[in-house]
């Protein structure tokens, strides 16, 4: 037979030699004392949340929603709720296939640039019906399914880690409201706010929020990005927040996101002590 490798599979080390931390062939981060965040000074016992994360390897993202349906990727259009009619929605089947792919998490899309929620939100704007699927009639005709609970319950049920999508740049408040970010910090503040209370609170352990629209829109200039984490911070601590700002090195996330490319390159710079997801 042959032998076993006990060697890292990775290892970054100070200066002087000392390990900061590594991370063994079974998937067993250890972490050092010293702190190995050049941009955040985050100490070792705090980075251990985000190479863990990232040591999962492989995860999936669902991107779905009233896009589905209006076929409008960018989210401009602001459709009708009663435009939103799943046939042959099938979570288990979502599922099983990032389990068949070797998936360690999952991530979902809640709410995209339209602005429409699968969950039940309670959060609307007076005057307003809340934009979501409970202003449906699939969702009164099926038993009043609530899509980002189902998705996690069904997620957790098969040891997958999860993370929830929400998109800050909310085109439907902007429009009833008539209100930008800019225009309406204090109450755009407590829509987001009032939004991420659901999803932190609802669901159980979350594993990672991941928002998007936010840094890249301008919106982080209004909604700072340590306003967000210690909000989601003192809901649940444990939960990575995680920004699609496409800088590096980024002083506004947990997770620095490769969704678009580096200096030309699909993946941060090389030495970057990071952690980051692509």
């Known amino acids: 037979g042959s032998a076993t490798s006990t060697a890292p599979l990775f290892d970054i080390a100070s200066s002087s030699g000392t390990s ?35 040591g999962q390897g492989f995860g999936v993202g669902f991107n779905w929603g009233m896009p589905t349906w209006n076929l409008d990727e960018g989210g401009g259009t602001l459709s009708a709720a009663s435009v939103f009619a799943p046939t042959g929605m099938n979570i288990d089947q979502w599922l099983d296939t990032a389990v068949l792919v070797g998936a360690k998490y999952v991530t979902f899309t809640t709410k995209w640039y339209d602005g429409f929620d699968l969950w039940p939100t309670a959060m609307s704007v007076p005057g307003n019906p809340a934009y979501s699927i409970a202003a449906t009639s699939w969702y009164t005709a099926n038993g009043n399914p609530d899509i980002v609970g189902q998705f996690v319950a069904k997620a957790r049920a098969r040891n997958l880690n999860v993370g929830l999508y929400i998109n800050f740049n909310d085109a439907k408040w902007q429009t009833l409201t008539g209100l930008t970010p800019a225009t309406g910090t204090a109450a755009y503040t407590a829509w987001i706010e009032g939004q991420l209370r659901e999803l932190l609170t609802n669901y159980g352990p979350i594993d990672a929020i991941w928002v998007d629209g936010w840094s890249w829109t301008g919106i982080i200039a209004n909604l700072p990005y340590a306003t967000i984490l210690q909000f989601v911070h003192s809901i649940q601590p444990n939960t990575l927040l995680i920004n699609n700002d496409h800088l590096h090195p980024s002083t506004t996330t947990q997770i620095e996101v490769s969704e678009v490319p580096y200096a030309g390159n699909a993946r941060p710079f090389v030495g970057n002590l990071r952690a980051w997801d692509v």
């Open 20 to 54: 900061l931390f590594r991370v063994s062939p079974n998937g067993t981060v250890t972490v050092g004392t010293t702190v190995i965040d050049p941009v955040l000074g985050i100490s070792a016992p705090n980075i251990a949340k985000p190479i863990n994360y990232v």
